[in-house]
């Protein structure tokens, strides 16, 4: 006979209407951790084990309404060609900052599932990256470290540096982010070989390639791209590196082709990070892409052989398909 258990010291419980109250203000209304802690003179780690106790208790039911027969074929297709672990696809959206925050709230909710404390994750910079870190959690932890892949910019605002997003995501998910200090594009190769032999950078990258996840964007050469954005390359390169078969890049600076093959001669080799190689040896690397624009970008990626889960839009994933099948 099973023994029974003891009751926990009212210091770890809570009343049902205490946890039904926040789940009401966190799930309907919106309201941050933080901002129901203040309400209610809680810590913010005491709201979020509230939050997890009324889903042990049955009061909060979260279900992923999106995932049809549709996507769970896709997922299927992609996983085999492209050998992927994981296909996460988001319903499309009426706008493409929508758009992102869909995706990114796969991505935010893979990560609360798979999480271990002690994981380290390198994050890369860019606004689909960003966006994983603006999602709300419901699960933190204490010992999950967030590394910068690459170094900073400031022609990318505060919020599209990968330092900026490793403390974002430290304070949703718990933990501590370490910075790359140096920046993430220099003019030339001999000063990038110069800065990634420094002893700080040597460390800081050294603890990016040990991650068990990596959180990448995939960029393209379009207008609206991060390159294009950053003002890092002229138009007349980007039309060069366009014309030598280039269709995107991984984490602003690795390009590639349609096959996925490297295709860094024109505009290859400037940017302060981890290269492709050091994605493939990262076991879980996670390359978000939500904009309709990147679906030859995303096609080339997936033929690197860098990824092992991709996250993006239905539309994305039937384009790509679609392509394929023309071919």
């Not at 400031?154 to 200090?181: K, P, V």
Request: charged share 25%; with cysteine.
């Amino acid at each position: 006979m099973d023994r029974p258990r003891k009751p926990q010291s009212t210091a770890e419980t809570s009343t049902v209407g205490q946890l039904a109250e926040i789940a009401r203000r966190y799930y309907i209304e919106g309201e941050t951790q933080d901002a129901i802690a203040r309400a209610l003179d809680l810590s913010r780690m005491k709201v979020n084990r509230m939050l997890r106790e009324a889903q042990d208790a049955g009061l909060v039911e979260i279900r992923v309404r999106f995932h049809s027969s549709q996507t769970r074929e896709l997922e299927a297709e992609f996983c085999e060609r492209f050998g992927l672990k994981h296909l996460l696809v988001a319903p499309e959206a009426r706008s493409i900052e929508q758009q992102r925050t869909n995706v990114a709230t796969l991505v935010s909710h893979f990560l609360e599932s798979n999480l271990r404390e002690n994981s380290v994750v390198t994050v890369g910079m860019g606004r689909n990256v960003a966006r994983v870190a603006a999602v709300q959690t419901s699960r933190a932890f204490d010992q999950i470290t967030f590394v910068s892949g690459s170094g900073g910019a400031s022609e990318a605002g505060a919020e599209g540096n990968a330092d900026h997003i490793c403390r974002a995501l430290a304070r949703r998910f718990g933990g501590t982010a370490t910075t790359l200090y140096a920046p993430a594009h220099v003019p030339d190769g001999a000063l990038r070989e110069a800065l990634m032999r420094h002893e700080t950078v040597r460390r800081t990258l050294n603890l990016a390639r040990s991650a068990d996840y990596a959180l990448i964007g995939i960029g393209d050469l379009g207008p609206d791209s991060h390159m294009a954005r950053m003002g890092w390359f002229g138009p007349d390169e980007l039309k060069r590196a366009q014309a030598a078969g280039v269709v995107g890049d991984l984490m602003g600076y690795d390009f590639f082709d349609i096959e996925g093959r490297p295709c860094n001669e024109e505009i290859g080799g400037r940017v302060i990070g981890l290269s492709r190689d050091d994605l493939s040896r990262i076991s879980n690397t996670i390359a978000i892409a939500s904009e309709p624009s990147k679906t030859t970008a995303i096609l080339g990626a997936l033929r690197t052989g860098a990824i092992d889960i991709l996250a993006t839009s239905l539309l994305n994933c039937i384009a790509i398909r679609d392509w394929i099948g023309k071919r």
